[in-house]
């Protein structure tokens, strides 16, 4: 029966007219539609797609409640293994995930869960009250807001420990205030009443303050009384190509760029934070970092082109971002590999000069190795260029902590549950990993908390 109803669509805005906003381009679905979806779920007994979540939800507990119209039941089962519902129902990569292992997909299309995880946190309870916290609970130190940071002061403040967050930036989110567009992931609404849910468990966080520079982790245990710590500082550092012309005006990291019109509003008239989008804009990389940052210039008036050295088929970016992006108008240039940025007499970037490329051999990712076609350089205009290779760890946090081994891409070294080379110190997410996603960066910091608690109970 529930095979042969229909995946209900989802509502979005017209592509003509959110290609000049900032708001939310999925309007995600209403009751009617979530009940009707949720009622799709085959109840599998050994359910593939519980499994393929990196955080463990019990999805199809969740969506049974849903079917029944019971919102506050749902959430709570949702609410026993992920801290971020609302954030991950919208950002997740689900295709590949636990859409990815639905069984309903073998034969038809899998159970929406994503749309359905953001319409229980969309439509639940808010907290009314703030969680106390054991007098003389252990003190633990969580490094970072982001999602890694979040879910393991989430899951350690369930557990009664005294947790405090500590963020570099003005506000909290990490990656999610500063790297996810307005117009995936609504920071004033969505984003804050996850976070505030966060601070009701009784967790507490303190901005403006850079582990490293304004305290160190040292001080933090030796000082100030924090039985142990948890490093999920990301990977901000990004990573450019070295090609002649990096270093002129109008060339930007997809980080720089995007947290100047996330955090710093620069896409507000009303801010002080413009940011030069330019009339011509190529975005370099064909991750989901490489669609926000054309999709955002794009909105901010720039004919936008991205600009990639595989074929569509290996874009790593998710189908539906790509799907929105060329709804939206912004032009792909496959099998093209920049070698040049090009500048005018007063340094501003006026062009990229490129190659042609062609597919080799597979490389140790799995993906064929693109090659130069000798002789194909070409010119392709530009007022701006944004460099969205991928990230690495910022190693402010290895250079000032004795007793930390680092990997050989430059992250923190940490075993499957997150327990660093010094005792006491854990890590997860993307300060370990390199660039991940949201999902997993919180399953590490599940898998931290865990460890964090059995170490102190330990001692």
């Not at 990301?234 to 990291?253: C, D, K, Y």
């Not at 006491?424 to 399953?443: C, E, Q, S, Y």
Request: hydrophobic share 40%; charged share 25%.
């Amino acid at each position: 029966m529930a095979a042969r109803i229909p995946r209900v669509p989802v509502r979005e805005q017209d592509p003509k007219v959110r290609a000049h906003n900032f708001e939310e381009v999925c309007y995600g679905y209403d009751l009617a539609e979530a009940t009707t979806e949720a009622s799709r779920c085959l109840h599998c007994k050994n359910p593939r797609c519980v499994a393929a979540c990196p955080v463990g939800v019990d999805i199809p507990e969740f969506i049974a409640h849903l079917a029944a119209g019971d919102i506050k039941g749902a959430a709570g089962v949702i609410a026993r293994d992920s801290s971020l519902p609302a954030v991950c129902g919208r950002v997740c990569p689900q295709e590949s995930q636990c859409e990815g292992s639905c069984i309903l997909g073998v034969k038809s299309e899998p159970v929406a869960i994503g749309k359905l995880e953001r319409f229980v946190a969309d439509n639940s309870p808010v907290s009314e009250s703030v969680q106390e916290i054991p007098e003389g609970a252990a003190k633990v130190a969580v490094i970072g807001s982001g999602p890694a940071g979040l879910a393991c002061a989430s899951d350690l403040a369930k557990k009664g420990y005294d947790v405090t967050i500590f963020e570099a930036l003005h506000k909290a989110g990490g990656v999610l205030e500063y790297g996810i567009p307005e117009f995936r992931l609504p920071k004033d609404t969505v984003l804050k009443r996850e976070i505030d849910e966060v601070k009701a468990l009784g967790v507490k966080i303190e901005t403006d303050v850079v582990v490293g520079r304004t305290v160190t982790i040292d001080s933090l245990m030796d000082e100030e009384g924090f039985k142990a710590v948890f490093v999920g500082t990301g990977a901000g550092l990004p990573r450019f190509m070295g090609i002649p012309g990096e270093n002129l005006n109008g060339v930007f990291s997809a980080n720089e760029f995007l947290t100047r019109n996330n955090l710093m509003k620069a896409f507000r008239e009303d801010y002080l934070t413009p940011i030069h989008a330019g009339r011509k804009c190529c975005v370099i990389g064909g991750g989901n970092v490489a669609m926000d940052a054309a999709r955002t210039a794009l909105r901010l008036g720039a004919d936008t082109t991205i600009v990639y050295r595989r074929t569509e088929v290996e874009l790593p970016a998710r189908k539906e971002e790509v799907h929105h992006a060329k709804e939206e108008g912004i032009e792909f240039r496959m099998l093209t590999n920049p070698v040049e940025i090009i500048g005018d007499e007063k340094g501003w970037v006026k062009a990229i000069r490129c190659i042609r490329m062609e597919l080799g051999e597979p490389d140790a990712s799995g993906r064929r190795s693109p090659v130069p076609v000798p002789g194909s350089e070409f010119e392709v205009p530009a007022e701006t260029v944004i460099m969205a290779l991928g990230t690495s760890p910022n190693p402010l946090i290895l250079n000032t902590t004795d007793g930390l081994q680092s990997t050989r891409r430059g992250g923190i070294e940490a075993d499957e549950t997150g327990k660093t080379s010094r005792e006491g110190v854990f890590a997860g997410g993307d300060a370990v990993t390199g660039a991940a996603t949201v999902i997993l960066a919180m399953g590490a910091g599940r898998k931290a908390a865990a460890a964090i608690d059995e170490y102190l109970k330990s001692r």
